[in-house]
């Protein structure tokens, strides 16, 4: 009788994951400068405040994040929304969502640049 066994699924799985880590960094810099490009520009701070934390891996989860910081962080929300919670803020320059809208307008982007990661790895 013959017996046929694999052993090895951690390293295919490690080599997945390392291919989306890859994918997901290069997507969230692509995110930065669309958010950038997208974001109102009254003295630039908002826009160079835009930035790409570190890619992060949980389980077979690999995520990265983009947000505002620096000096930009006490008004980026309000701009990102577009008033304040009581509705008394009028926007001076440039759409709201300028991170979100990017995201969304960018999925088919991110979700070819992902299943090509994906297929490179094996």
């Given at each position: 009788m013959a017996e046929v066994s694999f052993i090895g699924v951690d390293a295919i799985v490690e080599?997945?994951?390392?291919?989306?880590?890859?994918?997901?960094?290069?997507?969230?810099?692509?995110?930065?400068?669309?958010?950038?490009?997208?974001?109102?520009?009254?003295?630039?701070?908002?826009?160079?405040?835009?930035?790409?934390?570190?890619?992060?891996?949980?389980?077979?989860?690999?995520?990265?994040?983009?947000?505002?910081?620096?000096?930009?962080?006490?008004?980026?929300?309000?701009?990102?929304?577009?008033?304040?919670?009581d509705g008394s803020y009028q926007r001076k320059a440039g759409p709201a969502k300028y991170i979100e809208r990017p995201v969304i307008e960018n999925r088919p982007f991110y979700i070819e640049a992902l299943r090509r990661a994906s297929a490179s790895a094996y």
């Open positions: 080599r997945g994951l390392h291919a989306a880590e890859v994918a997901v960094e290069q997507c969230g810099e692509h995110l930065v400068g669309a958010s950038q490009d997208d974001a109102p520009v009254v003295s630039g701070t908002l826009r160079a405040g835009i930035h790409a934390g570190d890619v992060e891996r949980a389980g077979y989860t690999v995520t990265i994040t983009v947000s505002t910081g620096g000096e930009s962080s006490a008004y980026s929300i309000i701009v990102h929304e577009g008033h304040r919670a």
